[in-house]
């Protein structure tokens, strides 16, 4: 065959129309069924998606602020039951601020126990302790009238000594903190010193000591330190200072003591 000759392919035939139109509202009506069946299927998993949340939130209706609630425990966990805070422990403080809660013995014992005191390694040795509780008879005319006014229920002493040096140390029991206040405001002297049976005295009329005066809850506590051998006071005497200041210090711990038994009595420990 050469180029440009050959035969004329046949014409088509004419498409039957009717048969393309029954054929495409076939079709039709197959992919509409397809996505009525997707839609539905489409619902029931968004509608399961719901009712599971309904059910790990433990129901419908709650508020929407128990976020927090849902997704602290596991799923279908119960939320744990409330359970009130813990009362604290009472402070010291509140027991030694009035007469009326505290129901211990107040005797020389009860705050210079023992026969030494201890403060920072340094060791004094007690030499004398009261035997009554007379605030009247424990301390000068001048005291005594401050103790008197604001209210002094009881008073105890007790005398330590270390190197040359006594101190006497009083603690004076009032009915409420702000009368111990006051007469420590007011105070103007120490109690008398007391002086141990035996040995070398400490603090006579018209020998210098020193003093300090603290008051802590309706306690009030006063040391008068000197020397044994009679010699006056001065600034420069160290060794006095610390020693008043020392069992300051001691006899404060023992009435915080006395605190703290009263509160953990109180806390039924």
């Known amino acids: ?9 046949p014409r088509p035939q004419t498409p039957d129309w009717a048969a393309l139109a029954e054929a495409t509202a076939a079709e039709n009506r197959r992919r509409k069924l397809l996505w009525t069946a997707a839609g539905s299927v489409a619902a029931l998993t968004v509608a399961g998606v719901v009712a599971g949340a309904l059910v790990l939130g433990g129901g419908g209706g709650g ?7 849902r997704r602290a425990g596991p799923a279908g966990s119960s939320a744990p039951p409330f359970s009130a805070a813990p009362t604290a422990t009472p402070h010291p403080l509140d027991y030694l601020a009035d007469a009326k809660r505290d129901g211990l013995p107040f005797n020389s014992g009860d705050f210079f126990p023992g026969k030494t005191a201890e403060v920072s390694d340094r060791k004094y040795v007690q030499t004398a302790g009261d035997t009554k509780t007379d605030c009247a008879k424990a301390a000068p005319d001048a005291v005594a009238e401050v103790l008197a006014r604001h209210g002094c229920r009881k008073l105890v002493r007790g005398t330590f000594q270390r190197d040359g040096i006594a101190t006497t140390v009083g603690v004076a029991a009032f009915e409420t903190t702000e009368q111990a206040a006051r007469a420590k405001e007011e105070l103007p002297g120490a109690m008398t010193a007391l002086q141990p049976s035996k040995g070398k005295k400490a603090c006579v009329k018209a020998k210098v000591c020193r003093r300090t005066t603290n008051a802590y809850g309706r306690f009030l506590y006063v040391t008068l330190s000197g020397f044994q051998s ?4 001065t600034k420069k005497d160290k060794a006095v200072y610390t020693a008043g200041n020392d069992l300051a210090e001691y006899t404060f711990q023992r ?4 605190g703290r038994a009263l509160a953990d009595a109180s806390a039924g420990r």
């Open 1 to 9: 065959m050469s180029f440009g000759e050959g035969s004329v392919p």
């Open 255 to 258: 009435i915080v003591k006395r």
């Open 230 to 233: 009679g010699k006056d006071v």
């Open 63 to 69: 508020d929407t602020n128990h976020k927090e609630d």
